[in-house]
């Protein structure tokens, strides 16, 4: 079992930045790989970013260039750095393991970008 809790939500100005952090009940390394969604209301989650072990980053489009996955494996935990922000990144953000077909999940972090 791994459990994994966010934390460094919360509400910022358009064009502004974010780290969310997610840390991991077990070595982060053992996981493998791990991953972002987020879910906005009335919209599907959707994977934002992806790291595997090898450092090995996706992104998806409307992210890329803005948003940035890494990990720190001596600290079980990964990280989202979110610069440039938008009202569309509003949404409720969850650090996942493994990140294509997710079998632990976050309660999830509450992202709000006011224009």
């Known amino acids: 079992q791994v459990q994994l809790e966010e934390s460094g939500g919360g509400l910022v100005q358009a064009g502004g930045s974010l780290r969310l952090s997610c840390a991991a009940s077990?070595?982060?390394?053992?996981?493998?790989?791990m991953g972002w969604y987020r879910q906005a209301p009335g919209k599907e989650r959707e994977l934002v970013a992806a790291?595997?072990?090898?450092?090995?980053?996706h992104y998806t489009d409307s992210v890329k260039g803005r948003f940035t996955i890494s990990r720190d494996n001596a600290k079980n935990k990964v990280y989202l750095q979110m610069n440039s922000l938008k009202p569309e990144d509003t949404a409720t953000y969850y650090c996942?393991?493994?990140?294509?077909?997710?079998?632990?999940w976050g309660q999830g972090t509450q992202v709000t970008v006011s224009s």
């Open positions: 996942v393991a493994p990140p294509l077909k997710p079998s632990y």
């Open positions: 790291i595997n072990g090898g450092g090995t980053t």
């Open positions: 077990r070595s982060v390394f053992s996981i493998n790989a």
